[in-house]
């Protein structure tokens, strides 16, 4: 058989055994907290793989070993942030917001939790948050289909559209029927697959050339700086100084990413955060360190011995080929195919939910339960669905662009009214609406612009985002602040029940 067929047959098993994934989740799937979060009963580690998966998408596969290929360690910095940030979101979100979102009227959205949380009476916050939610990720859902037409295009030579439509039709269909177990269950799948894989061909590839000393020989060889952490250009100027502390900002993200942060409130019980983390950041560490190591055997084979690579984001795919059987490199092809998937399916449901739970419910004033539930909440899946895929119908750049802009927004708008809510008793609804404006405001203003004072306005919009965002909500919720006695009861047990987690 030929490299192709093997490659199909990989990719034909790999997707059938999503659909089936979804299916088995449809027995499980009875009432609405069951499709949005799972009836509260994932296990640590299912959460941990599901949240990485969902975080990553193809940047870890692809666009972090391209990177680090094409400039070298400089780069890693972004990968460093976003570790050292996942850390700290379990550390300090993961326990309080399975605490609180339960005690908190049972929340099972973040929207619903900061309502819930803040006494928001008018439902203000709720709706904002909602809204914010369902238009930035349903341009999410679209970029995450444009890079699966995009990838069997280059992989297969398939049609853009074609490939775009199957990988729609797998993710929303187990999506569909399955809801959040399907999408927790599926990537703990997509998970392993994507660890293995970065696992798999820094090893193989250290072996082709010759073993680790070598492979450190022969980079240097092609360039000594690749590895430096700031290109070895001694002192650090003002420019590199601000590049770090903007790829390190990218940590700030995940206090307020609601696609990745909802998977804390879904665990079974607050003391397995402690486990979920711990299986989490290995994962994320391994997976990073495998990113690197394959740029750097791409590194030592292409630009050594073979020439440069017509694309550098391709220096996964194309040691996978040279490195192993094209059934186990059609696998390999897969592992990036579920890292897209994975992402496509976590945000299409948290966009759904805040549809359902947060902008439906608030204007209704309707409960939904059973089989209702359930329904509306595929129905929206659906709606979403369509709407996404008709934006990426044109391949516009401008889809993907966002993501940047769209992770920033989401960390500078949500991530200090989460924080705060969690451990501060004074935030106030009035704070919170003003320091998500203020944070969206922001990094919309700070992102389209360069240059500035020292080139100040360089740097990463997440980080004036996130601080100004957390000052407009303490200052705020200053001066609206009213004791609540049913506020501070909740946060007492909240720090009870997390009390050496």
Known sequence: MSTATFQAIAMIIYLVAMVMIGLLAYNRTKNLDDYMLGGRGLGPAVAALSAGAADMSGWLLMGLPGALYATGLL???IAIGLTIGAWLNWKFTAPRLRAYSQIASDSITIPSFLGERLRDTSKSVRIIAGIVITIFFTFYVSSGMVAGGAFFESSFGMNYHLGMVIVAAVTVLYT??????AVSWTDVVQGLIMLIALVAVPIVGITHVGGFGALIEQVNTVDPTILSFTHGNGALSWAAILGIV???AWGLGYFGQPHIIVRFMALRSVAEAKQGRRIGIGWMV???LGAGLTALVGVAVYQHDTGEL????????????????PLIAGFMLAAILAAIMSTISSQLLVTSSALVEDIYRAFTKR???????????RLAVGSVSLIAAALAWPRSDTILGLVAFAWAGFGASFGPIVLLSLYWRKLTA??????????????GIWGNISGGPGGIFDLYEILPGFLLSLLAAILVSQASYRPNAEIQEEMDQVIAATRGI
């Open 75 to 77: 780069e890693s910095w």
């Open 176 to 181: 569909l029927v399955g809801g959040f177990l």
């Open 246 to 248: 903007s790829a390190l």
């Open 286 to 288: 391994l997976s990073t």
């Open 310 to 325: 017509a694309n550098p984001e391709g220096v996964f795919i194309a040691l996978g080929q040279m490195l192993f059987h």
């Open 367 to 377: 409960e939904l339960s059973g089989a209702d539930g359930v329904l509306a909440g």
């Open 430 to 443: 009035k704070g919170a609406i003003a320091g998500m404006i203020t944070g969206a405001l922001v990094v």
